[in-house]
C-alpha cells in the first residue's frame, strides 16, 4: 500500500524559512509526477510547486522565487525548500505523488507563519 508522510512544518516567524520533506513508501512501481498543495482556513485547495518525473518544476505565483522543489528519487522523497514566508502562507500542506497512474495524498503538516 502506497503511503505518502510528510513532515517539518511548524511555526515560524514571518520571513522564515522552513523545509518540508515528503516519503514515499510501499511503492515497487516508479514515482511520477510529485507535488505540494496547500489548503488554507475557509479556502479551496492550491497548487504550490510540482515536480515531474522528467522536465522543469512549477511554482504558483504565490510561491515563485521563494520556493524550491526538489526529490531525492533514491529515497523516494520530495521536499520543498520555502523562504521568506509570509502570514499568507499559513496553511495545511499536502503532497501528492503518482504511482502506476494513481494520484495518492498525504495527511498534511501544517504550517503556521506568525510573530
Not at 512544518?9 to 514515482?31: R, Y
Not at 495545511?92 to 495524498?105: E, L, N
Request: neutral net charge; hydrophobic residues 35%.
Amino acid at each position: 500500500q502506497v503511503q505518502l508522510v510528510e513532515s517539518g512544518g511548524g511555526l515560524v516567524q514571518p520571513g522564515g524559512s522552513l523545509e518540508l520533506s515528503c516519503a514515499v513508501s510501499g511503492s515497487s512501481f516508479s514515482i511520477g509526477s510529485m507535488a505540494w498543495h496547500r489548503q488554507a482556513p475557509a479556502e479551496q485547495r492550491e497548487l504550490v510547486a510540482a515536480t515531474p518525473a522528467a522536465g522543469a518544476p512549477f511554482y504558483s505565483a504565490s510561491v515563485k522565487g521563494r520556493s524550491t522543489i526538489f526529490r531525492d528519487s533514491a529515497k523516494n522523497t520530495m521536499y520543498l525548500q520555502m523562504n521568506s514566508l509570509k502570514p499568507e502562507d499559513t496553511a495545511v500542506y499536502y503532497c501528492t505523488a503518482v504511482v502506476d497512474g494513481t494520484q495518492y495524498w498525504g495527511q498534511g503538516t501544517q504550517v503556521t507563519v506568525s510573530l
